[in-house]
């Protein structure tokens, strides 16, 4: 029952409370600690399970036009998307909905993950090595595969979308753009995907589109997990479709039928250039890439959506399960400290230098921070140029010998 009007808000209990939040917790159940991320549809923090010590990371749904639109729609989809996943490891799991006393309050609650992977690659100081590489791809593919088994189109597969534990979990993040898909397609927007992960049927104006433009960006990750840096950077969309064409060669009628007829190549917007770009360039592109690796990778980047490997396929290809190095277990992969926890000392130390409090540890304090930003300039840094928003990070625990 709804709390009487002449009731004041300081007279609400505790348990009132829980009433009047429905089977939603208030936000004060948690600490928030620090912001750990800032996307286009809400703030993320770090907080604390006050009731259990746990930690988790809270994403607040921003309101950009409450009054007119209510609550937005691409929160609405996201959390229907994880209530539909539900629990799985390779997938971030949406625990609970908690609610603040204002109307725009509204966090979701999601377990915590220590990295997102485009940060770790471009400030840890040793590269992953190549079964480590294939794990990660491994438990990529399992997530997306669950996804595609429920028929959910993620929509927006990219490194900053991959977060990973401190117990070697890859999980699959931001489901703000997924989207139930039927058979056969319904039209839906092309203006889909991050766009150096964006396939090439989008980019062409395919409005008819199923889940393998998902694996187009596995493709597009799997690159950039080689080569620690995008491999398809382009900087608006013709330049993303020359940057394919490059790589792949041009495609045509009859690798993938049906192309002429795609509506920017029917309007003459995009010429497909057959002669400009005879060749298909992986394997030079990618030098150290073994035989069954290019084939991997040119078969989640095949142009034709029908012949694009997918997830649960590529989980028995060759590269995968004859040629070595194997896989790592699970168990196996490295773990890295959580800059998390630097962003948050340098917060608090920030907040400790302004009260003047300037005592020696401090400055101590302070000189290392300084020293471990300055090291990241020297790792292997690159993809997102010279960020300094942590140093370089140095795995935790290595409980195999390097394995090449
Ligand atoms: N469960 C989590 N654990 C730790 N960090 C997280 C978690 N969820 C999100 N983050 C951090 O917050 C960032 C933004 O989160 P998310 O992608 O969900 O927000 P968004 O508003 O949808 O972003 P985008 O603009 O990329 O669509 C992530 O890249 C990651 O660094």
Partial sequence: MAASPVQSKHEISEAG????????????????????????????????????????????????????????????????????????????????IAVG????????????????????????????????????LLQLLRGVAHLHELWIIHRDIKMSNLLYTNAGR??????GLARL?????????????????????????????????????????FGELLEYK??????????????????????????????????????GMVSLRPDRYPYNTVAARLPRLSEGGVDLLNSFLAYDPQ??????????????????????????MPTFPSRHDEMEAREKERARLSEGQKSSTAMLLKSALFSSSSASRKGLGGREGLKTSGGTIMPVVKKAKHDG
């Fill in 170 to 175: 890859l999980k699959l993040a931001d489901f």
């Fill in 307 to 332: 012949k694009r490997l997918n997830a649960t396929d590529a989980q028995r290809h060759a590269f995968f399960t004859n040629e070595r190095p194997l896989p790592k277990e699970d168990s196996l």
């Fill in 181 to 221: 898909y039927g058979a056969p397609p319904a039209p839906m927007t092309p203006k889909v995907v991050t766009l150096w992960y964006r396939a090439p049927e989008l980019l062409l104006g395919s409005e008819t589109y199923d889940v393998s433009i998902d694996m187009w960006a596995v493709g597009c990750i």
């Fill in 230 to 267: 995008p491999l398809l950077p382009g900087g608006d969309e013709l330049e993303q479709l020359k940057k394919i064409f490059e790589l792949l060669g041009s495609p045509n009628e009859r690798i993938w039928p049906g192309v002429e007829s795609l509506p920017h190549v029917a309007s």
């Fill in 17 to 96: 409370e829980a009433d009047l939040y429905g089977a939603c917790r208030p936000v004060k159940s948690f600490q928030k600690l620090n912001q750990i991320g800032e996307g286009a549809y809400g703030t993320v923090y770090r907080g604390i399970d006050k009731a259990n010590g746990r930690m988790v990371a809270l994403k607040r749904v921003i309101l950009h036009n409450e009054k007119q639109d209510g609550f937005p729609l691409t929160s609405l989809r996201e959390i229907r998307t994880l209530k539909l996943i539900g629990r799985h490891p390779h997938c971030v799991r949406l625990e609970e």
């Fill in 101 to 136: 006393r204002k109307r725009d309050g509204v966090f979701l609650v999601f377990e915590y993950c220590e990295h997102d992977m485009a940060h770790l690659i471009d400030h840890m100081n040793t590269r992953f090595t190549s079964s480590e590489v294939k794990n990660l």
